[in-house]
């Protein structure tokens, strides 16, 4: 049973930056594709980024944000710049066993509880 624990939010005006950490007990994570979702209040959970051993990002944070992962850790992070408001949300880590990554959330086994940002304008 893979267990994963975010840390790293918090409150960060526009334009600057946050580095969030995805640390995973109880599974090999170079098995597994990691990936990055987020929530914003009254709105559906949506995939932000993906992770195997390529890296795919979702055009709305694409260029600002970049998923990466150190398997001798078993962390993955999401490094985020020139943050927008509309980039608030809780942010959670998930993970699927094997190389295919996907955009919906349904195909993850695995979550982590979530971590808020904040961006203030």
């Known amino acids: 049973q893979v267990q994963l624990v975010e840390s790293g939010g918090g409150l960060v005006q526009a334009g600057g930056s946050l580095r969030l950490s995805c640390a995973a007990s109880g599974g090999t994570l170079r098995s597994y594709t990691m990936a990055w979702f987020r929530q914003a209040p009254g709105k559906e959970r949506e995939f932000v980024a993906a992770?195997?051993?390529?890296?795919y990002h979702a055009d709305s944070v694409k260029g600002r944000f970049a998923i990466s992962r150190d398997n001798a850790k078993n962390t993955v992070y999401l490094q985020m710049n020139s943050l927008k408001p509309e980039d608030t949300a809780v942010y959670y880590c998930a993970a699927r066993w094997g190389s295919t990554y996907y955009t919906s959330l349904y195909k993850y086994d695995y979550w982590g509880q979530g971590t808020q940002v904040t961006v203030s304008s």
């Open positions: 992770i195997y051993t390529g890296t």
